[in-house]
Nanobody, 114 residues
Framework: QVQLVESGGGLVQPGGSLRLSCAAS????????MGWYRQAPGKQRELVAT???????VYADSVKGRFTISRDNAKNTMYLQMNSLKPEDTAVYYC????????WGQGTQVTVSS
């Protein structure tokens, strides 16, 4: 079973930037569409960005124009570049296939606060 490990989260001020990484144990990006998801306290997990096997991208309206999803197949790594961060972006961020399978990683905490 492929394992996914998220990293790159942290504390950032509003308007700041972070880049999240998702390292896969196998070469799955050519097989599955992938997504970045997030879960804020007291809220359901939501899909924020998707990248297809062909490289097409889709974003939730709440992050469109601010977040960019990308991947490096040679490194088996997917990224989420997050710019112009807002307090409402505070959440634990996860990567998974899209649609998501039942195996979730630990996620990486992103906190946007002054």
């Amino acid at each position: 079973q492929v394992q996914l490990v998220e990293s790159g989260g942290g504390l950032v001020q509003p308007g700041g930037s972070l880049r999240l990484s998702c390292a896969a144990s196998g070469n799955i990006f050519k097989i599955y569409a992938m997504g970045w998801y997030r879960q804020a306290p007291g809220k359901q997990r939501e899909l924020v960005a998707t990248i297809t096997t062909g490289g097409s991208t889709v974003y939730a309206d709440s992050v469109k124009g601010r977040f960019t999803i990308s991947r490096d197949n040679a490194k088996n790594t997917m990224y989420l570049q997050m710019n112009s961060l807002k307090p409402e972006d505070t959440a634990v961020y996860y990567c998974n296939t899209m649609p998501a399978n039942s195996s979730w990683g630990q996620g990486t905490q992103v906190t946007v606060s002054s």
